[in-house]
């Protein structure tokens, strides 16, 4: 695998990770240092260690994993979109925004997960081609936290430009049902 091709790869699996921290920018409107450590840092590393694991699996459960992996990325995801939206539903106050933090607790585990499922893939078709994966992964890693942290602050700029207040939540849970949408539909459920 050529450098080129390795930083195609990383970008085209940060690009999940990047709408999602533009999503979360938009919903949190105001992005502190360590809100902007703590999704890169998670994101990043899911996106290292999840191609390690295909890795390890190697092709014995392969086929296992891609009867159900967009599933359970599309799953992930609608329930952290239409909580998103609920809440910003629920609130008419300037505190109901902060009600939710996308970068703490169970939410960032379950975005963490969503966002690095199709590097799990990509671990497991380099283990099918013989290649080592200890480099690409780190630059899986690298590259998507990265992407991770200026699609986090686009997202605060964007929301604090466009005033869009509550709304910017129900867009921001709108984009993370469209990615589940879409990872169904590069999986060919709907034909």
């Known amino acids: 695998m050529t450098v080129i091709e390795l930083l195609a790869l990383a970008v085209a699996l940060a690009m999940d990770a990047f709408a999602v921290s533009v999503a979360t920018g938009v919903q949190l409107r105001c992005v502190s240092p360590r809100q902007t450590f703590r999704l890169s840092f998670h994101f990043g590393l899911f996106q290292a260690l999840m191609p390690v694991a295909g890795w ?3 092709l014995t459960v392969r086929n296992y994993i891609e009867a159900w992996d967009h599933w359970l990325a599309f799953g992930l995801l609608v329930f952290i979109g239409v909580r ?3 809440e910003a539903l629920a609130g008419d106050d300037e505190d109901a925004d902060c009600k939710c933090d996308p970068t703490r607790g169970m939410t960032l585990l379950v975005l963490s997960v969503a966002t690095s499922i ?10 099918i081609l013989g290649l080592s994966i200890w480099t690409p ?3 899986i890693g690298v590259v998507c936290a990265g992407f991770t942290a200026g699609g986090l602050h686009l997202g605060r700029v964007l929301a604090n430009a466009s005033r869009l207040g509550h709304r910017a939540a129900l867009v921001g849970g709108g984009v993370l049902i469209a990615i589940g949408v ?4 590069d999986h060919g459920v709907f034909g």
């Not at 879409?182 to 539909?185: D, N, Y």
């Open 182 to 185: 879409r990872i169904l539909h």
């Open 118 to 127: 199709d590097a799990l893939a990509v671990g497991l078709s380099l283990s």
């Open 137 to 139: 992964a780190v630059v």
């Open 56 to 58: 390890a699996l190697g």
């Open 84 to 86: 998103m939206m609920r």
